[in-house]
């Protein structure tokens, strides 16, 4: 996301998913990672407010970028604010009315009740950690008004090989934080895992989308036991969208 250009097209494929209100709309990206470009890209888009919640501060502090996308963008006539005066990030956010939060769940929580209208991540929901899935996905319910939409966008292999080597280990040993702290965790939920969490949240989810590999990229044998098991038709698939409503 640090490429303005890059940031551009994942904020019109999620914003493609919903249906802008004739009034004025809310907007709150998860995992936003190297760049707040959103923010701007957001408020371009007619975003009235915009969150941006990180498991931590992760984004460029460099604004330069910030005021030549904003160039960009008004020369397409788009409605953003003259970031002209900015000197800090802090400042770029102000102007486009944006809330960096970077303690992950912590920061969902202060969110008030049924404020955002629309959620989206980019490859995002397979890094939470396993255990605060079910609470993650309970506060981004909690925060969405009833008439809001959620979009994302999963990458289920590895980020070591792009395969299923990360279904070589027990749970035990890769939820540790030896593991969880790696720079390559993911927490592993497979495909049918994702929609039967969203089903108990109380979504209704929509499939967008899928890849899935012609043959198993990772041998089955050397898979942890915990997952041998599983339907070969659920490990095969690489990477889904998703789009979810109340």
């Given at each position: 996301?640090?490429?303005p250009?890059?940031?551009?097209?994942?904020?019109a494929h999620?914003?493609?998913r919903f249906?802008?209100p004739?009034?004025?709309?809310?907007?709150?990206?998860?995992?936003p990672?190297?760049?707040?470009?959103?923010?701007l890209?957001?408020k371009?888009a007619?975003?009235e407010?915009i969150?941006?919640v990180?498991?931590?501060?992760f984004?460029?502090?460099?604004i330069?970028s910030?005021?030549?996308?904003a160039?960009q963008?008004?020369?397409?006539?788009k409605?953003?604010?003259?970031l002209?005066?900015?000197?800090t990030r802090a400042?770029?956010?102000t102007?486009?009315?944006?809330?960096?939060?970077?303690?992950?769940?912590?920061?969902?929580?202060?969110i008030?009740?049924?404020?955002?209208?629309f959620?989206?991540?980019?490859?995002?929901?397979?890094?939470?950690?396993?255990a605060?899935?079910?609470e993650?996905?309970?506060e981004?319910?909690?925060?969405?008004?009833?008439s809001?939409?959620?979009?994302?966008?999963?990458?289920?292999?590895?980020?070591?090989?792009n395969?299923l080597?990360?279904l070589?280990f027990?749970?035990?040993l890769?939820?540790?934080?030896?593991?969880a702290?790696?720079?390559?965790?993911t927490n592993?939920?497979?495909?049918?895992?994702f929609?039967?969490l969203?089903?108990?949240?109380?979504?209704?989810?929509?499939?967008?989308?899928r890849?899935?590999?012609?043959?198993?990229?990772?041998?089955?044998d050397?898979?942890?036991?915990?997952?041998q098991t599983?339907?070969?038709?659920?490990?095969?698939i690489?990477?889904?969208?998703?789009?979810?409503?109340?």
């Amino acid at each position: 996301m640090s490429d303005p250009a890059y940031a551009a097209r994942i904020v019109a494929h999620h914003l493609a998913r919903f249906k802008k209100p004739l009034t004025t709309w809310t907007c709150l990206e998860l995992g936003p990672g190297d760049s707040l470009f959103t923010a701007l890209l957001a408020k371009a888009a007619g975003a009235e407010k915009i969150w941006l919640v990180d498991a931590g501060d992760f984004a460029a502090t460099s604004i330069d970028s910030f005021k030549s996308l904003a160039r960009q963008l008004i020369a397409e006539g788009k409605p953003v604010p003259d970031l002209s005066a900015c000197q800090t990030r802090a400042e770029v956010l102000t102007a486009c009315n944006a809330v960096y939060l970077t303690n992950g769940l912590a920061g969902l929580k202060t969110i008030p009740d049924a404020t955002v209208d629309f959620i989206f991540s980019n490859a995002v929901l397979e890094h939470v950690r396993k255990a605060e899935m079910p609470e993650t996905l309970a506060e981004l319910a909690r925060i969405m008004k009833p008439s809001g939409v959620q979009s994302h966008s999963v990458d289920l292999r590895d980020h070591l090989q792009n395969g299923l080597n990360n279904l070589r280990f027990s749970d035990r040993l890769w939820e540790s934080g030896l593991f969880a702290h790696s720079g390559f965790y993911t927490n592993r939920i497979r495909f049918s895992g994702f929609f039967d969490l969203f089903k108990r949240t109380g979504f209704h989810a929509t499939e967008l989308a899928r890849t899935s590999w012609e043959d198993l990229p990772t041998p089955r044998d050397v898979l942890h036991p915990a997952f041998q098991t599983l339907r070969a038709d659920d490990l095969k698939i690489s990477t889904f969208d998703v789009k979810l409503e109340k």
